[in-house]
C-alpha cells in the first residue's frame, strides 16, 4: 500500500468534511415534525440508512423489532442518517430525562466508511443527558495515519459521555472497544439481525452466489471462477444476487425489500457469499451457506464466536480449498439433509442490551 503523507490526510478530510456540509443543506421546515413526540416515552434509533445495502437495512429493521419487542413502554422513532444534522435542534426540544437514544450498528465504526463515523460523534457530542446505546458494531481503523488520527478523534469524543454503552459484535471488536473505550460500558453480543427468524418451509432449488465486488472484497477472483465453474457442472440452477441494490430504501418500503431476497435466499439449496449479511441471511433463513472472509475480522470473528455450532454454515479462508474434490465434500456435507438443521435461537444473546439500558 502506498504510504500515505499529511497532505493525504487532508484531501481525505477534505472529501468528508464537504459531504458532512451536504448534510446540513438538506431544506428545513419551520414546524417540528418530532413534536407529536413530546409527551412520550422514547426510544429514538438515529442514523439508519436510506441505502440500498440490505445489510444495513436489515440492521434497521431489526433493530425495531427489537425496541418494539422489549421497550414496549416506549415509542420508536426513527431518524436517518441525512436528518441527524439538520433536525438535532429540533429533537433536543422534545426529548425528556427518560428517553432513550439508540444508535444505528453494523460495521462502519471506523475510516472506511468515515461519513457514518462523522454522525456518530456528532450525536455522542450534541446528545450527552440521555442514555446513548450503540447498537452491535464491527470497530475496524485502518493502521495508517488517515486510520490512526481518526482512531484518536473517537476514542476522545466516546470518552468524554458518561451515558454512553457500546455493543460490539464479535469478539476482536469487543476486545479493542475495551482497550480503547476504557471509561464506557462495553457489551458483546451478536449482529443484531440474528435477532430475526425468518425461516419459511419451501422447496429449494439450486444455488445463490453473492460475492462482492467493492473495497471490502478479499476472495481471490481465480478461486471464484473454479467456484463457479463446479457448481454450473452438478447444479442445474445458479443465480447470482447481491445484498446491495441501486435504489433509495426508506422504513415504508423497508420490509418488502428485505423480503424478496429473503424468499430468494429461503428457496436456494445453497448460498456461497463473501458477505457478512449473506452468512447471516442464510443463518436466519435457514439456508446452507459456504461463506468466505472479507479484508477484515468482521465475518471470521462473527463465525468463530455465534456461528460455527450451526451445522449449514461453513467458513472457508481463499487458501483452504485446494481442489474441487475438496469443494465438492464440502457443498455435500452442507447440502445433504439440510432441512433437518435447526438454527439455533439466538435472542437470549441480546438480555445484555435489555439490562444495560434498564
Given at each position: 500500500m502506498k504510504s500515505q503523507t499529511s497532505f493525504d490526510y487532508f484531501k481525505f478530510k477534505l472529501k468528508y468534511f464537504l459531504k458532512y456540509l451536504l448534510l446540513n443543506r438538506i431544506k428545513k421546515t419551520r414546524t417540528n415534525e418530532y413534536i407529536q413526540f413530546k409527551d412520550t416515552r422514547k426510544f429514538i434509533v438515529m442514523q439508519t440508512p436510506t441505502h440500498g445495502n440490505l445489510g444495513d437495512q436489515a440492521i434497521a429493521y431489526a433493530q425495531k423489532e427489537f425496541v418494539k419487542d422489549n421497550f414496549k413502554d416506549y415509542k420508536y422513532v426513527e431518524i436517518p442518517l441525512e436528518k441527524v444534522t439538520a433536525d438535532y435542534k429540533k429533537i433536543k426540544k422534545v426529548l425528556t430525562e427518560e428517553d432513550i437514544i439508540g444508535i444505528h450498528g453494523g460495521g462502519n465504526m471506523g475510516d472506511m466508511y468515515l461519513l457514518e463515523e462523522y454522525i456518530r460523534r456528532f450525536i455522542i457530542k450534541k446528545f450527552k443527558d440521555n442514555l446513548i446505546i450503540s447498537f452491535p458494531q464491527t470497530l475496524s481503523f485502518s493502521n495508517t495515519i488517515i486510520g490512526q488520527k481518526e482512531l484518536k478523534k473517537t476514542v476522545k469524543t466516546y470518552n468524554?459521555?458518561?451515558?454512553?454503552?457500546?455493543?460490539?459484535?464479535?469478539?476482536?471488536?469487543?476486545?479493542?472497544?475495551?482497550?480503547?473505550?476504557?471509561?464506557?460500558?462495553?457489551?458483546?453480543?451478536?449482529?443484531?439481525?440474528?435477532?430475526?427468524?425468518?425461516?419459511?418451509?419451501?422447496?429449494?432449488?439450486?444455488?445463490?452466489?453473492?460475492?462482492?465486488s467493492d473495497q471490502e472484497k478479499s476472495i481471490d477472483d481465480s478461486l471464484k471462477e473454479r467456484l463457479i465453474d463446479y457448481l454450473s457442472k452438478n447444479f442445474k440452477d445458479i443465480y447470482h444476487t447481491d445484498t446491495v441494490v441501486k435504489r433509495k430504501?426508506?422504513?415504508?418500503?423497508?420490509?418488502?425489500?428485505?423480503?424478496?431476497?429473503?424468499?430468494?435466499?429461503?428457496?436456494?439449496?445453497?448460498?456461497?457469499?463473501?458477505r457478512l449479511h449473506g452468512m447471516i441471511f442464510c443463518v436466519i433463513t435457514n439456508t446452507p451457506c459456504i461463506v468466505f472472509g472479507n479484508f477484515n475480522h468482521k465475518i471470521e470473528s462473527t463465525y468463530n464466536k455465534w456461528l460455527k455450532n450451526i451445522k449449514f454454515i461453513a467458513f472457508v479462508k481463499n487458501n483452504e480449498i485446494k481442489d474441487e474434490?475438496?469443494?465438492?465434500?464440502?457443498?455435500?456435507?452442507?447440502?445433504?439433509?439440510?432441512?433437518?438443521?435447526?438454527?439455533?435461537?439466538m435472542t437470549q444473546h441480546y438480555h445484555k442490551i435489555i439490562e444495560s439500558l434498564s
Open positions: 468524554k459521555n458518561s451515558n454512553l454503552i457500546i455493543v460490539a459484535r464479535e469478539l476482536q471488536s469487543y476486545n479493542l472497544m475495551k482497550k480503547y473505550f476504557v471509561s464506557k460500558k462495553v457489551i458483546h453480543t451478536p449482529d443484531i439481525v440474528l435477532y430475526l427468524n425468518q425461516y419459511q418451509i419451501k422447496a429449494r432449488k439450486g444455488v445463490i452466489t453473492c460475492f462482492r430504501i426508506y422504513p415504508e418500503n423497508r420490509l418488502k425489500e428485505l423480503k424478496k431476497i429473503w424468499s430468494e435466499f429461503s428457496s436456494a439449496e445453497l448460498v456461497i457469499t463473501d474434490n475438496e469443494f465438492k465434500t464440502l457443498v455435500g456435507n452442507l447440502v445433504k439433509n439440510s432441512q433437518e438443521f435447526q438454527r439455533h435461537d
